[in-house]
């Protein structure tokens, strides 16, 4: 599941990751819609940018999918603020990527969590 | 403590006084009318008694008269008409059944005795008188000027020893005018005066009659010894003045002792009868009323004093203790209570000083503890607080004030606060007192808070502080002001960090959005380097389009820079920019397409300018490139405003040749309109609607509340 708020950018990772192979859900913008989407979907991961448009941000919207699914999610962001990545941290995601990310970036970060769940 | 005696004095005497004084009054005067109507009704008494008396007397003598001259007439008629009359016979007669006359004689007008009457007390007989010519006694003369009665001295009788007062009047013996003399013992007089009364005429009564002669020689009093010795009381100035014709009642003093002597004249003899009564005894009454009077105020005088007594110690006692209470509440002794207990009024007020006390003690206590906590509170505080009196002289100085000027903190009371620490400005130059804030607000009564001056400390040395003056009024009259201070040096530094900090974030800012426009151009730039060698009209124009689009995107952050809050942007301002750099772009002149815009001044955060940008882009060069084909003119119009449900509304319309029939203007239509779709549905949340008609219409409408500005 793919959340993100600027509409070009979910747009072209959803195309690009399904143009790899990948079932991609359809892309939300906000983190009320990112909790009810992955309380719904259950995704395998979460590609989850902080900066999102409503109420939540994405760290607050993983803390709320993590206290109900153990899904793991990779924060996406252009931030670079250290705070932030300390509160992203402290939720242990299964990876921090800084924008802008290419679709190799995402396929071997997909592969590196599957990989590691099968485990 | 000895109360003094004055209140002691004047209530004793007050009591006294107000009760005594007019018991006295009222009886002096009470006394002295009694007395004045006593003496006139004893006076009016002793008077009536002595002319009752003296009318008595009268009667007496004149009933003797009257019986001489019955004699007379019947002794002158039976000389008249002759016969065998024996007078001798007929006076012995006479005498024995009138034993008020001890002889009668009748002499012939030579004055010889023709006849006589003898009672039994003359041990003479007739025989003894015949011949004898007694006229010539001048006790036995008849004046020749009276026809009536003659009335002699009296005296002692040679014949009787009794005395005696002779009553005369002619008699006519046939042819011979003779003398008819009747002898009168004065014995009865006694009777009269009620003599023979002993109660009466006892000394011890003090009331007894007299009488005088025309002399003034005593012919009855009950002292008979004075009578026989013939006592003369003409000396006495009453006895002259009643025998000078004087009647009434007079004071006369004898032997120091004074009487009421009423005097009546006997016109008759001439005689003085004297009603005469001690005054002790004639005012017994009055004597034993002003006893009684007196006694009186003496058993009122006690009793008053009595009660006076107990009045004022009832009084006293309780006002004792009350002041001794006054005295111990006022040394700060509040836990004494006055032991004194009573249903009179002393008691309620000992019972409610007492509830004073304690009322007293409560508050002392509240106030106490009041001022002790702050005290507490002030000592705490960690800014300077100064209180100040109208001359600006500081009256009190917490710690904190002390510690920050470096003063101890007695130190500074008493002393001019503005002298003291506030007297120059920062750069050393005076500060006048006249400018000075909180001088003026002790002097107008007005607050004044100054955020940033100089205070000086005692070493010399200044720090910048921040301080308020408040007056402070009593009654709404100014009596001075509490100054609180605060040394701001840290405050001041942490500003100054702050405003370095801030200056560097601005200088980060400008170079971040520098750098964002920067490599924003340099994308746009090899995007154009690259399509310059594009040989392939539509890979070129792929190239223009991209360009096209970065430069919206730039184009949005360049209003941002430029914008009052670097957090929202203009809508209005960046549509005409955008318009007229598209219109550039595409090489379009406004002689052909003209472009309109129609715009309220609408403020959007760039999390919205950014896709309102793109979906502008996007329709605006669509309509530049497509709706006016060949030589067409036409106009495009962009209309943005706010709705009344405060949604935004932004359209994009052209009176060009508008879409084909069949061309999808839903989200499965071009790129350019899935471009449209996709920011305005899914990134705006808006109502996306294409119109062909009379050209190609496309409005937007979105509420702009999905973001929330990150710079406040």
Redesign the interface.
Known sequence: MVVE????S??IMCRTLENRGYSVCK?V??GEEAVISAIAEKPDLIFMDICL??EKDGIQAAQEIGEIHNIPIIFVTAYSDTDLKKRAERLKPAGYMNKPVGIDQLQSAIEAVLSGVQK | MKLPHKLRDLLVLSFIGSGMLPLIAVGIISLQLTDQIQSKDISQKNQLIARSLAAQVRSWLASRADFLRQVETVISERQKYGGMFQTDAYLDMLINSNFDFEAIYIFDDKGMVLNTGLSALIPYQKKDFAGIRLSDDPYYKIRPDTRGITWSDTFFSFHSGRLTVNIGMPILLGNIKGSLIGSLNLNVLKKILHYDISEACSENDGAYTFITNRKGVLIAHPDEKLVREQYNLSHSEIVSKGLSGFGGTSRNTDNRQEFLVSMVTIPETGWLLCFQQSVRSAFRIKRITLKIFLAGIAVTGILMIIAAWKSVTGILIPLRLLTDAAEQVGAGNLDFRIRYSSDNELGILASAFDGMILNLKTSYESLRHLAHQNELILNAAGEGICGLDMDGNITFANPAAAEMTGYEPGELIGKNLHARIHHSEADGSPYSVTTCAICNSVKNGCCVNVRDEILWRKDGSKFPAEYTGNPIFTDGSIVGAVVTFSDITARKNAEEKLRTALAEKETLLQELYHRTRNTMQVISSMMKFRSLSVKDEYVANVFNEMENRIQAMSLVHNKLYESRNLSDISLKTYIADLAAMLMKSYRVSSDKIRMVLDTEDVYVLI?TAV?CG?ILNELISNAIRHAFPGERHGEIRICLRRTDEGEILLSVSDNGIGLPDNFDTGAGGTSGIQ?VF??GE??LRARVKFESRNGLRCQICFKDN??KPRIL
């Open positions: 708020d600027e509409a070009l979910a747009m892309p913008a906000t448009a409503g | 999390d896709p793109l471009t996709l920011l899914y990134q999905l973001y």
